[in-house]
């Protein structure tokens, strides 16, 4: 695995100071959930940001967005469901692709030990800003992950993970890292939140011969455009004898 470039055993006040050098401003903006509210780190200005960006990479240069930043509506649709699933007691749980780590935190509050997993560096350091910020950080380990090849040394109840399902080239091996991470427990699971223009059917005939599927769409009314769209949530259990 790579090695991550932030210190996240510093203080959040030093953390913070971190992203500001890397980020500009950023704000924490109040997610409101069922469970009470959750105070998720954001870049202030994105667009300014994003022009910065534009203006270092030149003509013709590659940019990398930080989508991983913001707060999408499928992030709070699922991280809705899993404040209300019941899970037994003592679960572990992963999460992979994780962004800035709604879902995780959400299971974390409700005092489960979660591993919160990004490939990219800053995603990592903005998760264990909002776990300190959120009284959270006993709770939650932040680890650095590309499931398109690592390995974890343990397995998890469930494996969770949000707007994965976007490049077809994932799909086998995020196939081959959820069969290594999911514990044998026939109660143990894979929940996953798509947008309803990213299904991911690919990912889905792949393993079908492997789980049982459930999903489950929530209508949600987008913000900018006003129109009405679907979250995913996906519930995948191995099958007998899988």
């Not at 910065?52 to 809705?80: D, Q």
């Not at 572990?92 to 591993?115: H, N, P």
């Not at 800053?122 to 264990?128: G, I, K, N, V």
């Not at 459930?214 to 995913?232: F, W």
């Amino acid at each position: 695995m790579a090695r991550n470039r932030h210190n996240l055993n510093a203080p959040l006040e030093e953390l913070l100071e971190r992203a500001r050098s890397c980020f500009g401003e950023v704000v924490f903006e109040r997610v409101e959930l069922s469970g009470g509210p959750l105070d998720i780190l954001q870049i202030k200005d994105m667009p300014a940001y994003i022009d910065k960006l534009l203006a270092k990479s030149g003509a013709g240069g590659k940019v990398e967005l930080p989508l991983w930043a913001r707060v999408w509506p499928t992030n709070i649709a699922l991280s809705l469901f899993l404040e209300k699933c019941p899970f037994p007691d003592g679960a572990q749980f992963l999460e992979i692709g994780a962004g800035i780590g709604l879902a995780g935190l959400t299971l974390a509050r409700r005092g489960f030990t979660v591993t919160i997993s990004d490939l990219e560096p800053d995603a990592l350091l903005f998760c264990r800003i909002n776990a300190l910020r959120n009284g959270l950080g006993d709770q939650v380990r932040i680890e650095q992950v590309d499931f398109t090849k690592d390995r974890l040394e343990r397995r998890f109840q469930a494996v969770i993970g949000c707007e994965i399902l976007f490049r077809e080239v994932f799909f086998a091996p995020l196939a081959a890292f959820v069969a290594a991470h999911l514990d044998d427990r026939p109660d143990a699971e894979v929940i996953l939140g798509s947008d309803g223009l990213r299904e991911g059917r690919g990912f889905f005939q792949l393993i079908q011969s492997d789980y049982d599927m459930m999903r489950k769409d929530v209508p949600y009314t987008d913000t900018e455009s006003g129109e009405r769209k679907n979250a995913c949530l996906y519930r995948l259990r191995r099958k007998a004898g899988a």
